[in-house]
């Protein structure tokens, strides 16, 4: 509502907007409902019965079910049962399970197999006149079974069977029913026909001294089927005048019909765990309870549903199954929920909150809202529904002198008896703190006033305190004991002490979010729910975030409610109990729609002495945690199948596998109705795990094992309950691959030390060839090497050498001499230096070959230049290269590249270090090779081609010892006319 509408208005509730709704005794409780689209085999079902392992079987007209409180597994005929059509289920006390059915065949359930006469033969000594009406076990162990005529038969626990054909001398003409009674002796519940009565007699019959005791209550014989038998062996059945008990061969009418007129027709009666008598008829089904020593009507349940059968299982849940609407589940009778068919307006409800008499008060959609009060509801309406559409009621702030603060969609109200007073203004939150003042926040602004009468927003100035909180909404509102005014908004937690407003943020960001409530406890806590980020506490200043991982149900928090040392929250996933111990210790117990909560939707909770309310998106829930079976039993657990490579092997033996097959797969199941969904398990493998691994799946998968005997051991738990008593245990024998037996380590022996002769022989051999071949090698070196130094020393260049030192000499010139005979005895020198190593210092070949060019280039006075260059210090470098292998191609470029020149010419040589490579490259201006072998003598070709092969050769067997790639590229220059401008030579040599 826009705030520049001023003005307040106030509302007479006119008569028929108040209605009063009848005892919460027509409240129901919250069920669930399992049918077909669930799983279940059909939709009528006939019994519920729950075996000794905990599972729940339900008898229906078209097959069995066995329920696990998650899946159903349903039995047909295909799973060999003897009819589909199912009536009742018993259990003996070697765990067989029983099923009666119309056929009048029997068969039952043991070790995941259903017996019938085919693959059973003690069965087919039963012979049944009509369907299978009953079962009972004397305390011999002796099973009997009768059916819906007068045939009963026996089996002992001997697999003995006995038939009773003396049943139809007696005059029985009609057996409803077998039990066994407080003495432990077999009776029937039938009809005889006596020689001097009427046609029908309801009789006790006992097999065992063949006495019999005529019902002081004549009863049809289809009203005489109905009965059940307490804990006590007392039996109770259903009779034209009311219920029956039997015990000590006593007879009693313990319940009227004229006291439930319109009741309908009565078709069952069940007693339960604690004693209650529940009996049903075609429209409903009703409770009994002793209240003193009388049995009394306490509510009556499932209104128009036709129920078969009512089961009270183990952890205290009640299950009825219907004809034609499936099995209704609920977790307890005590918890009901208050909905659309108890008058209220709408299931959705907002807020719940205790005022200062007793009454509890609850807001609903269209200006709805309900005050409870001593079993009565009174329901009210604000107006604003008609007026502007659907107006939710989200928050009611009862106030000490009557009536309530009601935050709307729609505007601010205060209730006085029947009057409302509408403020118009968007409240989002609101408070009364310790001096009375009230404190309302709205979208951004905070502001507090002893009285809000006649309000009006222009005038906001005129009222005690104005906080301004510009680009948030607020959502909550809370001042401590320190007159501190605690500020939730949409951004996080703000806190105003009276001059100052400051954000509050932690440095994990957790009061940055949305606030959605605070509260404070008794012991000065403050604390906070946010919408994201769980329950926050600020105690003393310290900071504590409960959340998911601390188990609580979801972190998007809604509403708080304190109860002394104790926090209830509000979440979308259920409703948590919170408490926090002196060591920080944090324990959560949650409730939701398995607990009997009408939604895990939980908008707001309160408690008033000890129920707890709790508003869900479906209804007004109302409970006592002694309700709720707190003290959850531990779940018992059981081995539902074991696979290897995805087929499944007998889980009640010992399986043998093949190594091969050693993809296990094992699948459990701990039993919980109540919690089904929210179990934990914990396993451990011997062999392989010391330690107990947890998981929440049912089933553990190992891809591969080790071959032994493995057993496997699982144990499940409720989230707040203790761990199986004894764990599930199944084992299996991996066995040995075929290369760990025996006869394969044999064999593998002898193959092995035939394959070591063999493979020494070889070594031998293909040593010796290396040793050939490396003796080889060496001489090949050693010969290339000699070829080498003979190509650096030919008697030509020694020759030639001495000439030039003997014109130097004839022409006087001792100078000269003297120089060219040094350099040429220290030339002479280092070649034969050279020549007793592999390889040699960069530096020393490359001196060596200055020399040599500088001993060229006297004997041909000066006719070429020459130049050595590199892209790093020759001196400082480590690198070694083959000897004697770069001046060859030095000698190629004077003599048959220049010397053929007229004019002269130059040769380059350049040593680069190029990625793993030291490159050489001699580049001379010459005449060209083509040109060169047209010029060449005969003697000359002979010389070149001779010393140019023994460098290639060198490469090679360079190559092949040290598995290298030494490497030359020739290129024939060319100018731009395409002449041939000389010859570029390249030695790759790896460094």
């Known amino acids: 509502m826009a705030f520049t509408r001023a003005g307040l208005k106030t509302f007479l509730f006119p008569a028929g907007l108040t209605f009063l709704t009848v005892i919460a005794g027509a409240q129901q409780p919250t069920y669930k409902n399992f049918n ?101 076990e004397d305390h011999n162990q002796r099973i009997w079974l009768s059916d819906f005529g007068n045939v009963v038969h026996s089996l002992d626990s001997l697999g003995n069977t006995f038939t009773y054909p003396d049943i139809q001398k007696k005059k029985i003409t009609r057996i409803s029913g077998l039990f066994t009674d407080d003495r432990r002796q077999v009776n029937i519940i039938g009809h005889m026909r006596l020689d001097n009565g009427p046609d029908r007699n309801t009789l006790y019959y006992n097999l065992e001294n063949n006495t019999y005791q005529i019902s002081e209550y004549l009863n049809n014989y289809q009203r005489c089927s109905y009965y059940d038998i307490a804990a006590d062996n007392s039996l109770i059945r259903v009779a ?61 349940l499932l209104h128009g549903e036709n129920v078969a059968s009512v089961l009270h299982d183990r952890e205290g849940n009640y299950w009825f199954t219907t004809l034609g609407n499936g099995v209704f589940y609920t977790p307890s009778l005590d918890v009901v929920t208050y909905t659309e068919n108890d008058e209220l307006n709408s299931n959705k409800i907002y807020d719940v909150v205790p005022d200062q008499s007793g009454g509890i008060w609850f807001g609903s959609d269209r200006g709805s809202y309900y005050v409870l009060k001593d079993g009565q509801l009174n329901a009210y309406n604000l107006g604003i529904a008609q007026i502007f559409g659907q107006g939710r009621v989200r928050r009611i702030i009862p106030v000490e002198e009557g009536g309530a603060w009601l935050l709307t969609d ?63 909404r607020s959502t909550s509102l809370v001042m401590d004991e320190q007159g501190r005014l605690f500020i939730g908004s949409l951004r996080g937690l703000m806190v105003w002490d009276g001059d100052t407003l400051t954000k509050v943020f932690h440095e994990q960001k957790i009061l940055s979010q949305q606030i959605t409530d605070i509260r404070q406890s008794v012991d000065s806590s403050l604390w906070i729910a946010t919408s994201g980020r769980g329950l926050v506490r600020i105690k003393h200043d310290e900071i504590l975030q409960i959340s998911r991982k601390n188990g609580l149900s979801s972190d998007i928090c809604k509403r708080l409610f304190t109860d002394e040392d104790t926090i209830w929250v509000a979440t979308n996933k259920g409703l948590n109990k919170v408490s926090v111990d002196g060591a920080g210790q944090i324990k959560i117990r949650v409730y939701n729609s398995l607990d009997g909560l009408a939604s895990d939707e939980v908008n707001g909770v309160c408690k008033k002495g000890k129920e707890i309310f709790v508003a869900t998106a479906k209804g007004l829930t109302i409970f006592r945690e002694s309700d709720m079976n707190n003290s959850l039993f531990s779940p018992p657990i059981y081995m539902t199948d074991l696979q290897a490579v995805g087929h499944s092997l007998p889980i009640h033996k010992m399986n043998t596998i093949p190594f091969r097959d050693n993809n296990i797969k094992i699948v459990f199941k701990g039993i919980s109705f109540r919690k089904g969904n929210q179990l934990q398990y914990k396993y451990r493998i011997s062999n392989l795990d010391t330690n107990w691994q947890y998981t929440r799946s049912d089933h553990v998968e190992i891809p591969s094992m080790q071959a032994g005997l493995h057993t496997f051991e699982v144990m499940a738990a409720h989230q707040d309950g203790d761990w199986s008593p004894e764990p599930a245990v199944i084992s299996f024998q991996i066995l040995h691959p075929y290369w760990q037996t025996w006869w394969f380590i044999l064999l593998v022996i002898f193959l092995g030390v035939d394959l070591v002769i063999v493979f020494i022989i070889l070594a031998i051999k293909r040593i010796r060839k290396n040793e050939r071949k490396k003796a080889l090698i060496n001489q090949k070196i050693a010969e290339s090497e000699l070829k080498a130094l003979r190509s650096q020393m030919n008697p030509h260049f020694i020759s030639n050498s001495l000439n030039s030192i003997q014109r130097f000499i004839i022409k006087n010139n001792l100078d000269d001499a003297y120089d060219y005979l040094q350099k040429f005895g220290t030339l002479i020198r280092m070649i034969l230096e050279s020549s007793k190593y592999q390889t040699v210092p960069l530096s020393m070949e490359i001196k060596s070959i200055q020399l040599y060019l500088e001993l060229e280039s006297l004997r041909f006075d000066n006719k070429f230049n020459y130049t050595i260059s590199s892209n790093f210090d020759l001196e400082e470098t480590e690198f070694k290269i083959p000897a004697l292998l770069i001046q060859p191609y030095v000698e190629n470029a004077i003599w048959h590249g220049i010397m053929p020149r007229q004019d002269g010419g130059s040769v380059d040589i350049q040593v680069e270090k190029k ?64 002449e041939a401008s000389g010859t570029k030579v390249e030695l790759f040599i790896p460094l």
């Open 36 to 136: 077909i689209d669930d799983g279940l085999a059909g939709s009528s079902v006939f019994y519920a019965f729950q075996d000794s392992r905990g599972f729940i079987w339900f008898a229906t007209s078209t097959g069995l079910s066995r329920f696990d409180g998650t899946n159903f597994t349903n039995y047909t005929t295909a799973d060999g049962l003897t009819d589909n059509e199912v009536f009742t289920i018993h259990e003996d006390s070697e765990g067989r399970i029983w099923f009666l059915n119309y056929t009048g065949i029997p068969c039952y359930y043991y070790n995941q197999q259903i017996y019938n006469p085919e693959n059973e033969p003690m069965l087919r000594k039963f012979r049944f006149k009509q369907f299978l009406r009953s079962f009972t």
């Open 240 to 300: 034209d005048e009311g219920l029956i008990m039997y015990r000590s061969q006593k007879e009693k009418l313990i319940f009227s019909f004229e006291n439930t007129p319109h009741i309908g027709l009565v078709n069952i009666v069940a007693f339960d765990k604690q004693e209650n008598i529940f009996f049903a008829t075609n429209k409903q089904v009703v409770q009994l309870k002793k209240i003193d020593k009388e049995w009394q009507v306490v509510r009556t």
């Open 915 to 978: 990625d793993n490579f030291l490159v050489c490259t001699i580049t001379d201006d010459g005449i060209g090779r083509h040109r060169s072998m047209e010029l060449k003598s005969k003697h000359q070709q002979k010389r070149s081609s001779t010393g140019m092969k023994v460098t290639l050769d060198r490469l090679k067997i360079l190559n092949s010892q040290k598995n290298s790639n030494l490497n030359v590229e020739i290129t024939d220059l060319r100018n731009d006319r395409g």
């Open 410 to 472: 729609l505007g601010l109200f205060r209730t006085r008896a029947y009057i409302a007073t509408s403020y118009q203004i968007n409240a989002k939150a609101l408070t009364v703190d310790r001096d009375g003042t009230t404190w309302v926040a709205m979208p951004h602004l905070v502001f507090g006033s002893q009285s809000l009468y006649g309000l009006r927003i222009k005038h906001l100035e005129n009222y005690k305190e104005v906080i301004r909180i510009p680009e948030v």
